[in-house]
């Protein structure tokens, strides 16, 4: 069964969908064709089967491929392909829904919601069109975001290479990287939501290059939610639990009683947590931190979640956290809350800063 929040999602984008087309002219309000009428009612049968609890992914995903046959000629087309693809971007009926699109539609705008959608996607299928659209699509932005979703691929086929120590792993982050320059280069200007396409392309490249397990981290120079001076080489010599995090970030603050307990339990020793907070009140964030019993100390990331720290460091998932050894290097990097393993190799790692002080 789908969860209803998507197919809610659905129907917002059918709304898009459904917009006259041209939305500069409001003068007056085109009814729908009925191919698109047709896109709503299927839309609706499958909201009130998923809430029914009798909704699958296969049944719905053949209907639309249908409904997409019966209205070639319509743009509600598109639409209903591309609900299969977002839906099960890695299926065979998806598999099917890309290959129409990249048959008839290829120059459609709406190529970029079908490349956010493969962004995560390792198939051959999602792989192919992505390709189809980089090279031969006229639209450019789907573009970019082609360029984009393939160079994240080719990142994560890297990695996989690096973790298994196969011996192409260095070809394989150079054709990733690669990409990343093209999309900063050729795409870069594109705007995605405050940010733009080379702000993101940027960050994975620094993140490939400075923050990989078994570098020296790097430098992080600016100041903290007070205002005062501060620099991540201050706390060298000393194990540091590096978190992004913010107030508004209900996983991080689910964190925040272990992270006290781990400051109890550690008092007087080489160990510190160091923040990179993303609240964008500084005034309000520093009373929450009274309040939640926050006492350590964090960097002012601008405000904002996008800000130049977070961005800098490729920072998606909320919490991202980095354990630093005592002389400076990377042991660890979490997308994610971490595993209780990480209470037994802070205390490993506290014992090896302190062997070194003798």
């Not at 609900?83 to 699109?101: C, I």
């Not at 964190?255 to 005034?283: C, Q, T, Y």
């Amino acid at each position: 069964m789908f969860r209803v929040m998507l197919a809610a999602a659905g129907l917002l984008l059918l709304t898009a969908a459904l917009r006259s087309e041209d939305p500069k002219d409001n003068s007056k309000s085109e009814k729908p064709s009925a191919a698109a009428q047709k896109y709503v009612s299927l839309l609706k049968d499958f909201q009130e089967a998923n809430r029914e609890g009798k909704a699958t992914y296969g049944k719905y995903a053949r209907k639309f491929l249908d409904l997409a046959k019966e209205i070639a000629d319509d743009p509600a087309a598109v639409d209903a392909l591309i609900w299969v693809v977002d839906y099960g971007p890695d299926s065979k009926e998806a598999g099917t829904a890309l290959e129409a699109l990249k048959k008839d539609h290829l120059d459609s705008p709406k190529m970029v919601q079908v490349c956010r959608s493969l962004n995560e996607s390792d198939s051959k299928q999602a792989v192919s069109f992505l390709r189809a659209v980089l090279d031969n699509s006229k639209d450019h932005h789907s573009q970019g975001q082609a360029c984009y979703s393939l160079a994240t691929h080719a990142k994560r086929i890297a990695q996989r290479a690096k973790d298994n120590d196969e011996e192409n792993a260095d070809n394989l982050t150079k054709e990733a990287e690669d990409l990343f320059e093209r999309v900063i280069k050729d795409f870069g200007d594109i705007k995605y939501g405050n940010l733009t396409f080379k702000d993101f392309a940027e960050g994975e490249v620094f993140e490939m290059r400075f923050l990989v397990v078994g570098m020296n981290v790097p430098e992080i120079d600016g100041e903290d939610t007070e205002g005062a001076r501060m620099k991540l080489s201050d706390f060298k010599g000393k194990v540091v639990l590096l978190e992004f995090w913010g107030h508004w970030c209900g996983a991080c603050m689910s964190f925040v009683p272990h992270e006290r307990e781990l400051v109890k339990k550690l008092d007087g020793k080489p160990f510190a947590i160091v923040g990179i907070n993303s609240d964008r009140d500084r005034d309000k964030s520093k009373e929450a931190d009274k309040k939640s019993e926050i006492t350590w100390r964090s960097f002012w990331n601008g405000g904002s979640p996008d800000g130049s720290i977070a961005t800098k460091w490729n920072v998606r998932k909320w919490p991202t956290l980095y354990l630093i050894d005592h002389t400076g290097v990377i042991r660890n990097k979490y997308k994610g809350l971490p595993g209780d393993s990480i209470d037994r190799v802070i205390g490993e790692l506290v014992k090896d800063a302190e062997r070194a002080k003798k």
